[in-house]
């Protein structure tokens, strides 16, 4: 199983990027698909997760900003980030939960300049 990961770079405070993460391998189902993120000197954190039925977990001061979605036929997470601020910055990992099994993917760098 890999997950890969796209859609980081840079942008102005205001703009938006869309990332999306593709599991490929021998997979029949994903429970739980999501991004976390890590900035520079602080821990990898939630940002948002979706599981198969379209349940939700958010990280606050995103919630109403970023907007997560799956396609199970294509097995991809999307993570569409709007109105992003400076400390959005991070690199953003995408992370499956596979039969119970966590994969992450190797992370995309996102840059929000002021």
């Known amino acids: 199983v890999q997950l890969q990961a796209c859609g980081g770079g840079l942008v102005q405070a205001g703009g938006s990027l869309r990332l999306s993460c593709t599991a490929s391998?021998?997979?029949?189902?994903?429970?739980?698909m999501g991004w976390y993120r890590q900035a520079p000197g602080k821990q990898r954190e939630l940002v948002a997760v979706i599981n198969s039925g379209g349940s939700t977990n958010w990280k606050d001061s995103v919630k109403e900003r970023f907007t997560i979605s799956r396609d199970n036929t294509k097995k991809t997470v999307y993570l569409q980030m709007n109105s992003l601020k400076p400390e959005d910055t991070a690199v953003y990992y995408c992370?499956?939960?596979?039969?119970?099994?966590?994969?992450w993917g190797k992370g995309t760098q996102v840059t929000v300049s002021s």
């Open positions: 391998g021998s997979i029949f189902n994903i429970n739980t």
């Open positions: 992370r499956a939960d596979i039969y119970g099994k966590d994969y």
